[in-house]
């Protein structure tokens, strides 16, 4: 049995399709093969663990490069706690800039 070139494309075609665009993953409770957008598995209702949100490392990159002193970027990765943290830190320096400018302006 020979194997022609069309087989050997077909079957290269094959692997990178399923090693690349392929989104099923084993269960870790069941073995059995999910989405990995699911979840909960269909067969034995375990929480997929594997089904956490990507975020695209240029994307976070930049934001922290161009917004990193107002943390945008800890609001795309949604870090809640920096993000109130920040919050509380910009509003407090602003009111006292706004403070100290009135402070200025009454001097004048």
């Not at 094959?14 to 989405?35: G, T």
């Not at 107002?70 to 809640?80: A, I, M, P, S, T």
Request: hydrophobic share 45%.
């Amino acid at each position: 049995m020979s194997v022609t070139t069309l087989q050997v494309i077909f079957l290269f075609g094959e692997f990178i399709l399923n090693k690349y665009f392929n989104d099923d993953i084993q269960c870790f409770s069941c073995k059995r093969l999910i989405k990995n957008y699911d979840e909960i598995c269909v067969a034995c209702g375990a929480k997929n663990r594997q089904n956490k949100q990507s975020y695209l490392v240029l994307i976070t990159f930049l934001l922290c490069l161009s917004f990193g002193y107002v943390g945008l970027h800890n609001l795309y990765l949604g870090n809640k706690i920096k993000i109130a943290f920040t919050f509380l830190l910009l509003s407090l320096f602003s009111f006292l800039l706004v403070v100290l400018l009135q402070k200025t302006n009454k001097t004048n």
